[in-house]
């Protein structure tokens, strides 16, 4: 059975990163399931540190990417979710590449959500395993008469 809670597709996530973090560092969402959602982004020049390695703020990136709009997709169009804690292991480096994260829920409660990010090489070795929080919150209602 899906999470989704809204109609979600690759083509309408895509469209989401243009002029965003996202766009600037390649991440493209590659593949949604019933209870998952993947992107690649490459590992070169725009994603490495100093040391010619994988920046783990990048991996960090990717990972709270996939978990905050996997999140909202899961909650009713009355509702939006906002990053509250993120936690990352970054367990193997990478140079030249690319990885593919991949997000699935732990938790999908009423107030909070939690995710697992699993970011893996191209061979499917794991290199960074990341854990987001999100807060579920209503949209504010305007007042009758004022737009």
Known sequence: MSIWKRPIDLDLLNKTSHNT???????????????????????????HQPLGMLHGGA??????TL???AAN???DADSYCVGLDINANH???MRSGQVIGTATPIHLGVSTQVWQINITDE???LICTSRLTTAVKKHKKSPVGVQ
């Open 21 to 47: 973090l996202i766009e600037h560092l390649n991440i493209v969402y590659s593949d949604v399931g019933e209870d998952f959602i993947s992107a690649t982004m490459p590992v070169c020049s725009f994603t």
């Open 59 to 64: 991996s960090v990136v990717l990972a709270e």
């Open 67 to 69: 978990g905050s709009v």
């Open 73 to 75: 997709f899961c909650v």
């Open 91 to 93: 367990v193997r480096s």
């Open 123 to 125: 061979r499917g070795r």
